[in-house]
């Protein structure tokens, strides 16, 4: 329907060309403006977001300033360390010149005295925006150590902001501090203990210190021991009936004073056979001969009992008889101590004094020449019951002249006993390459496995009892080995009063064991006392207490081949020190140079002065005193130069600390940018389509509007007909 009063054809096309203009509108600002959200009505909440975070970018943006100005003030205290190590290295080159005799120590001195102005200014320059962390005055109220770097902003959930900061402690940093009254300060001008070479404190050279109470204790009346001799019933002698003069507490004698053939079996003989025996006697070889007759006669013989009545008739004055029967010939000397004894050859001939084999002398039927008349010894009665399976027995021999030392387990299977040491014994390979073992009751003998027809010695020089650990064991009943080696000892002075070591105390002495050629320095300090007591007051309170602290100071001295015990009965305010490791007259022990001081001397780097009148007022007047000085200000130096590398790489692991959280920061506000950019930038690819096709909309738009509204002429032209 046509109606005059609503073109409802030109409406349709006005709203529809309307829509069009105002999408038109919407693209072509996001064209111009690049943002398809450019204030809160476009989008609220994406508006909200994307302004926070543009805010927070900023901050982040300053953070990175931040950082660089941290960078910039630990590179330059880095810097400064780094130069003052250098003059730290020359001024040590000076001081180890400075020890060399006749050279001039006062020109010496004029150049390390430039070294230390220098030090001075490099760390008085090395300042950057007004922090200077080489140089400080920690008595100013407004200083603090403890510096900041601003490193990060950050926002949690509820919108809560926080600035993070990376922390530097400057305290160990600082070259000089200007507090006068500061005892702590800093790395240069903070006073080193003086230590002597042999690693005491070093009592002159220096600032005397002296503000503790150390005492020396019983320590300062040691009785030093050098070497010691056994005691009583040590070892044995030959005929096991124990030691019966001084001389004779150690080696037993050269051979034993009984020597005993293999088994006879006379059934084998014929008539016309000779048996003939050399001995030796003192010295002396005698030759026993006889020969098997039908029946017996002077020189004959026709049983083994006869044989030994025979051989008894042919007996010098230096053999006491010669008894035995079919088990074997038994000679024995007619003196006990210090005699000799061996049979050196056996020979059966017949008739015509050709040799002739012995098979069947022998219960075994071994060679003759095989029976047991080696050299040998026989201990004294052994008694086990402070020898436990596990201990050893170390038994130093001469065997035929050649040295035989072999250790062996004292028993087996928890128990010690003789036979169970014959079996070790004889399972040792190198003791049974030369030697053989067995007993005679609770007695050991110890022969050489030689054959007869060969000269054959032993002597047992010493034995030594130690625990499986290889410490040095003493018996107090036992006999046989009962401290067949003993410790040497030295015993202190008397514990009376408490005796309580401050932080600078300290207590030396010197320990020689044995046979070391050197002494190793002992040192008792309050921190040793503390860690050994389980306290912190430095406090050693009574002799047991006494006993643990210097055990734990010989451990740490690497002073293992001593132990420390109280000492027992009337001894009992005393420490005993042993040896555990060497026994007998190789054994030693001797303490010296006991020392209690109250704080080594003290030097700090800019007072260092090694001009001949210093020197002098320093109390290093011979040319010992003045070398002991300048090798402690040595390592003074050293010390320094020690604590300026470990601040240098403080501050090298910040600096690479700060870098790396710039290089974050960098990161995190470019992502940041890219999520606002995801937010609210337009896609002008998109939007230029658009704004094309809307274009072509609006064309359209008022074309159709023009069309409508012409609908109403029509109508009129109705009317003119």
Do not use: C
């Amino acid at each position: 329907m046509t109606s005059v009063n609503t073109n409802a054809a030109a409406l349709t096309a006005l709203r529809t060309l309307q829509n069009t203009n105002s999408a038109l509108e919407t693209t072509q600002s996001r064209i111009s403006t690049g943002y398809k959200i450019g204030e809160a009505k476009d989008n609220a909440a994406y508006w909200a977001i994307s302004t926070t975070l543009k805010s927070d970018n900023k901050s982040l943006s300053t953070v990175k300033d931040a950082l660089g100005l941290g960078a910039s003030t630990v590179d330059t205290a880095y810097q400064g360390l780094n130069k003052a190590k250098d003059v730290l290295d020359e001024i040590k080159s000076k001081l180890t010149a400075a020890t060399q005799d006749g050279v001039n120590r006062d020109t010496i001195q004029q150049e390390i005295g430039q070294l230390q102005d220098q030090l001075k200014s490099i760390a008085s320059s090395s300042v950057f925006s007004g922090e200077n962390w080489l140089s400080v005055n920690s008595s100013v109220p407004s200083y603090d150590s403890n510096k900041q770097v601003v490193a990060s902003f950050s926002r949690d959930a509820s919108g809560a902001v926080s600035i993070g900061t990376i922390k530097v402690d400057t305290s160990s940093v600082a070259l000089y501090d200007g507090n006068a009254g500061s005892t702590a300060k800093g790395i240069l001008d903070t006073g080193m203990s003086l230590q002597a070479s042999n690693g005491r404190d070093l009592l002159i050279g220096g600032t005397k210190q002296e503000v503790g109470n150390a005492e020396k204790g019983g320590l300062g009346t040691v009785n030093a021991a050098g070497t010691v001799t056994t005691g009583t019933n040590l070892t044995s002698d030959a005929d096991g009936a124990g030691p019966t003069t001084a001389a004779q507490k150690i080696v037993a004698s050269s051979t034993a004073v009984t020597q005993t053939t293999g088994a006879i079996n006379v059934s084998k003989l014929k008539i016309g056979d000779k048996v003939t025996f050399s001995v030796e006697s003192k010295g002396t070889v005698y030759t026993f001969t006889s020969e098997f007759a039908a029946s017996a006669s002077a020189g004959k013989f026709s049983t083994a009992a006869e044989l030994v009545t025979d051989l008894n008739n042919q007996k010098p004055n230096s053999i006491a008889s010669v008894g035995g029967s079919a088990t074997g010939i038994v000679f024995t000397s007619s003196t006990t101590d210090g005699d000799t004894l061996r049979i050196i050859d056996a020979k059966i001939a017949d008739a015509n004094g050709v040799a002739r084999e012995r098979t069947g002398w022998h219960a075994t039927g071994a060679d003759v020449t095989s029976f047991s008349s080696a050299g040998a010894i026989k201990t004294a009665d052994i008694s086990f019951s402070e020898i436990g399976a596990t201990d050893k027995l170390t038994f130093d021999l001469t065997v035929n002249g050649a040295n035989l030392k072999v250790s062996v387990d004292a028993g087996s299977n928890g128990t010690a006993d003789i036979d169970k040491l014959v079996a070790n014994l004889n399972a040792n390979a190198d003791f049974a390459a030369k030697s053989f073992a067995s007993k005679d009751v609770n007695k050991l003998v110890i022969s050489s496995n030689l054959s007869l027809g060969t000269t054959s010695t032993i002597d047992l020089n010493s034995v030594t009892l130690t625990t499986a650990a290889g410490k040095i064991k003493e018996t107090n009943n036992a006999t046989g080995f009962a401290k067949v080696a003993a410790s040497a000892a030295a015993t202190s002075g008397e514990f009376t009063t408490a005796i309580t070591l401050d932080s600078d105390d300290k207590l030396f002495f010197d320990i020689k064991l044995n046979s070391e050629t050197a002494s190793k320095l002992v040192t008792i300090d309050k921190a040793l006392v503390d860690k050994t007591l389980g306290g912190t007051t430095g406090i050693i309170g009574n002799i047991a207490n006494y006993q643990k602290v210097v055990a734990a100071a010989l451990a740490k001295a690497g002073v293992t081949a001593v132990d420390v015990a109280v000492g027992t009965g009337s001894d009992n305010k005393k420490l005993v020190f042993k040896t555990n490791s060497v026994a007998g007259t190789a054994a030693s022990v001797a303490l010296s140079n006991v020392e209690a001081t109250k704080g080594a001397n003290q030097m700090s780097i800019d007072k260092i002065d090694i001009s001949a009148s210093a020197l002098e007022k320093a109390g290093a007047t011979t040319s010992s005193q003045i070398k002991d000085v300048l090798t402690a200000y040595i390592s003074v130096v050293n010390t320094a130069i020690n604590k300026v590398t470990a601040a240098a790489a403080s501050l090298g692991s910040v600096a690479s600390r700060i870098d790396m959280q710039k290089s974050f920061v960098n990161t995190l506000m470019d992502t940041i940018d890219k999520g606002v950019g995801n937010l609210v930038d337009a896609d002008m690819s998109e939007e230029s389509t658009k704004l094309q096709a809307l274009q072509v909309k609006q064309q359209l738009g008022v074309q159709a509007l023009s069309i409508a509204n012409q609908s109403a002429q029509s109508v009129l032209s109705l009317f003119r007909g």
